[in-house]
């Protein structure tokens, strides 16, 4: 086997792959509809919990509470493909 045909010594380089936040994550926190309801779905899960360990039984349904909670989380991800002039800038035009 040739030198030139060995490719046992050869590296390959690896972009930096770490996770970081976005440039405008504050103003993103801030304002962005996905975000809020996001904090609505997180509420509705703990007042969920809250009833079944307090009460044992919710004065609502189950299944129309479950129903509730699948509409806040579709909205959720609707709202994120939503362009926000505080949050994405202007449009391009």
């Given amino acids: 086997m040739s030198p030139a045909n ?3 010594n050869t590296t ?4 930096n792959t770490k996770p970081f936040l976005i440039e405008n994550w504050r ?4 304002h962005a ?9 997180i509420l509705l899960s703990g ?3 809250g009833f079944d360990v307090i009460a044992g039984s919710p004065p609502i349904d189950p299944i129309k509470f479950a ?3 699948f509409l806040v989380k579709v909205t ?3 709202l994120r493909f939503v362009r926000q002039t505080k949050v994405s800038g ?4």
Wanted: net charge negative; hydrophobic share 50%.
């Fill in 27 to 30: 103003a993103t926190l801030k």
């Fill in 12 to 15: 390959v380089s690896v972009p």
């Fill in 76 to 78: 959720g991800l609707g």
């Fill in 47 to 49: 007042v969920e919990f």
């Fill in 90 to 93: 202007a449009a391009d035009e």
């Fill in 6 to 8: 060995d490719n046992s």
């Fill in 67 to 69: 129903g509730l909670a």
């Fill in 33 to 41: 509809w996905s975000v809020k309801v996001d904090l609505l779905l």
